[in-house]
């Protein structure tokens, strides 16, 4: 889950904060690319492909990006001005569980690629893809 | 390993491409940030972070990045301007030797951190920032 309690291990300039998240964002948004090309567009599948892509996705997820919301990120720039919406800081609850739904989804994916299911990656691609949309209308400014 | 061969379920501009290997990078140096925290500065040690870390490390390294490196991103621009050197395009047997080194590595350190051994994390931590390092000092302009 989307958890605000950084170690002091976790602590990063707010800089790097900004540019770290739009990193793993743009990490995952290739990935979900590269899933969706397969089992939506009818792309020719390739089982390793979407397992490691689903992995990449799932892995990221679990990997504490709340730590990269340090008070103060709500302006500034890291690889690029940031796009969070004040109301980000100001509804953390909604967040976490919008957060704990993406992580759910994006493991549940993690398990349906590595079956090599195609109908079950294509549900479980699309409740991804639901989340990261949740997320974006509320808190991401266009 | 990196793979130059991309399906054309992975194919995206120049400019994606570029963008996409910064993000995986500067996603997996946040990780190895983490994990050198807890293990090399003596930050207290967590871990389920540093398996997260780990395991962000490892599935971003399994993820065929081989295919963000199409014909023509030796220049251009991502998230900033590339850094890849030219020479990169030139030596692709030795790209793929480091870029396998490191794939290894990075999974070695996931192995390790799911054992929670310090001194092994401590260890195989060591070996993949040297596959990192070794490709930087070749491929990576300053």
Same mark, same amino acid.
């Given at each position: ?22 990193? /793993? ?5 290739? =990935?979900? /690319? *590269? ?5 939506? !567009? /009818?792309? &020719?599948? =390739?089982? !390793? ?20 919301? &340090?008070?103060?990120? !709500? ?9 969070? *919406? &004040? ?5 953390? &609850? ?31 691609? /699309? *409740? ?8 974006? !209308? *509320?808190?991401?400014?266009?």
């Amino acid at each position: 889950a989307l958890s605000i309690a950084t170690s002091a291990a976790a602590q990063v300039s707010v800089e790097d904060a900004i540019k770290f998240r739009q990193a /793993g964002y743009a990490f995952m948004s290739w =990935n979900m /690319g *590269k899933i969706k090309a397969q089992v939506i !567009d /009818g792309q &020719p599948y =390739n089982q !390793d492909q979407v397992a490691a892509a689903a992995n990449a996705i799932a892995a990221i997820a679990n990997s504490g990006m709340g730590a990269l919301y &340090p008070a103060g990120s !709500d302006t500034g720039t890291g690889f690029r001005a940031t796009k969070v *919406k &004040p109301e980000f800081f100001q509804n953390m &609850p909604d967040v976490g569980q919008l957060a704990g739904s993406f992580n759910t989804a994006a493991n549940e994916l993690a398990a349906a690629a590595a079956t090599g299911d195609q109908g079950a990656i294509r549900a479980a691609f /699309g *409740k991804v893809g639901e989340t990261c949309k949740a997320c974006h !209308d *509320k808190y991401r400014a266009k």
